[in-house]
């Protein structure tokens, strides 16, 4: 989502922040509209937290 919206004319205007487990990422529209994205990848979020 956030490479498209930089291939249409948006900046990303921080720079990705890797958790491991969660990315969160922020785009800034042609509009000037901040979208913050985030995913969460809920296996490995089990795993580095040793819950079920």
């Known amino acids: ?4 919206g930089i291939k249409a ?3 990303e205007s921080t720079p990705m922040i890797d958790e491991g487990f969660m990315q969160v990422r922020n785009i800034e529209d042609l509009d000037g ?19 079920s």
């Open 9 to 11: 004319g948006g900046t």
């Open 1 to 4: 989502m956030i490479e498209k």
């Open 33 to 51: 509209h901040n979208w913050g994205i985030i995913y969460l990848d809920i296996d490995k979020f089990k795993q580095m937290t040793k819950r």
